[in-house]
DNA sequence: TCAAAAGTGTTGGACCTACACCCATGT
DNA sequence: ACATGGGTGTAGGTCCAACACTTTTGA
């Protein structure tokens, strides 16, 4: 076989001959927002939740659903989260990452399609949610998860737990649950995750991914300072507290919290007043901080 | 418009009219490896090593790169990733992880590529390479990063960081030299990195993904287990810090780093003997290990 | 007046860093 | 004999969890 040069090749070259998925990119975006206030003088309670989209077309038509698009032709995966922010939702300028691609054959009932998953966090004061297009409907959902069952195994190298999680996510109007199967696999340490969707009110295996979603974030916030995305320009210290504590599960204590962030934050002169106790003084992101690794 | 159900709608679907791009599956395969030997009774000197494959298809033929194959149809990103090893490389059974997707619209000459690229960890003590499919041929190159310049520069919310880094991947027959300019934008801690190729002598952008690559893994060894996919089944504590210094680029106390791993490892009865100085006990991976956060 | 949160100080213990020292081996 | 790595002990400092306490506000 004789060798031919690239320009030569790519004259020839006809890629419709080799398999072709379909791409899309899809935005899981997480806020914290008030969900009650019981008592003049008591903070409102917080919850984290994701942002949902309502489809208006098949597959899965009327089914809540993780906004998605399909990539197009000359566009990367940052042009087409932010598109679809910006088409499904009217959201945009938010921190958004790519999180995982999800690529087992039978996950649209359609045709081969591999989803690039994203993340994106915003505070959502003042944010006013408007469907867009193939939407019929868009909302928050409080996002709840509780482990009905967990039993651990040994294997080969390591140890298995299989778990059963109920997903619920709910507003107002709507309560969707979703009940999962989830392997997690450790040999020599590693992770390996396998999940299997029991029931699911949402749409495609979009359970799954919110699943891995939110545990990455629960992950990120112990090492990263990912949280501040959720949070306003300025804030108090216990605002600050309570997103560290919704993400991380657990109580923190106060003067312990003010201590550890306290290289992270700069004091501003404003107070936040009015609160039936005395005003706090709110600070922002101090953007000179630098993470400090070992 | 009148809704119609899934079935119907499926039944009428068609797909083609849609833009597809192919999609690949790459492995980043590192490995640490002994680099040389001066005396009989010192350590042999070992340095961070990646897997490439010279091509032997265009475009690019002849060129070094990381192997790759597009994933078929009724196949998940698994085993593509493990084909690819296996048919690429002849190496099955290694550690794999996602690491990033890949979807700059001219990162191919062919056609619109989107990649999935992995990252594979592996103790190459008994490994074989074998050129296979479209490969010329098969090899480990040291990995050496250098930066030539770095500038800092204050931007809205953060910082920025400009550096121009010459990564260099070398074995005894072959010498290959890539200069990237690397853009990394701090907002609010959040890290944003542009990376473009000024020069290479790679394949494609693989420059780039390496680059990320050797990031990840290095950030990784800091707060998981992961570096332990490079070990034998046993090894000395000794060879498991030489690992962990390459990867975190610094020296580390004998008496400190025993104490940080000591719950990680289970001593065995067998010694590594005849190396000209005491003995030394191996260990293996403790499978009971749970990794403790906060 | 007082409930609620704002905000700060202290103390004991765990862990980390740096260094020092002895041990065992093969040539 | 001795160079080389194997292996362990300790002292000082830093950091963190837990708790206690004072301050300030608005209804």
């Given amino acids: 076989m004789s060798k031919i040069s690239d320009s030569e090749f790519l004259k020839k070259y006809d890629s419709s001959s080799f398999f072709k998925p379909s791409v899309s990119s899809d935005a899981i975006v997480f806020t914290i927002r008030d969900i009650k206030t019981d008592n003049y003088r008591k903070l409102p309670e917080k919850k984290l939740q994701v942002l949902l989209v ?3 077309e098949n597959p899965f038509i009327d089914k809540w659903s993780i906004p998605g698009v399909f990539i197009q032709e000359k566009e990367n995966f940052e ?5 679809c922010l910006d088409e499904k939702a009217n959201i945009s300028d938010i921190y958004l990452e790519q999180l995982y691609t999800w690529g087992s054959p039978k996950r649209d009932p359609r045709t081969r ?10 505070n959502s004061d003042n944010i006013d949610l408007k469907p867009g297009k193939n939407v019929e409907d868009i909302a928050w959902f409080t ?13 080969e ?3 298995k737990i299989t778990e059963e999680v109920c997903l619920t996510l709910e507003n107002e109007k709507t309560v969707l649950k979703s009940v999962l199967n989830v392997i997690k696999e450790y040999r020599r340490n590693n992770e390996i995750i396998y999940t299997n969707i029991i029931s699911s009110d ?4 979009h359970p799954k991914m919110l699943i891995y979603a939110i545990e990455r974030l629960k992950n990120k916030v112990e090492y990263t300072t990912i949280a501040f995305n ?6 108090t210290l216990t605002k600050l507290q309570q ?14 919290f003010r201590r550890k962030i306290s290289e992270m934050v700069i004091e501003t002169e404003h107070y936040d007043e009015n609160q039936g106790h005395r005003p706090s003084k709110l600070f922002r992101f101090n953007t000179e901080y630098r993470q400090q690794y070992f």
Wanted: charged share 35%; aromatic share 6%.
């Fill in 54 to 56: 309502k489809r208006g």
């Fill in 79 to 83: 042009g087409s989260v932010k598109r």
């Fill in 113 to 122: 399609v591999i989803s690039v998953s994203h993340m994106g966090l915003i």
């Fill in 143 to 155: 996002i709840n998860t509780e482990i009905l069952k967990e039993e651990k195994e040994e294997i």
């Fill in 157 to 159: 190298d390591g140890y």
């Fill in 202 to 205: 949402l749409a495609f295996d």
């Fill in 230 to 235: 959720l949070m306003p320009k300025e804030f």
């Fill in 243 to 256: 997103v560290y504590e919704i993400l991380l599960d657990k109580k923190l204590l106060k003067a312990n």
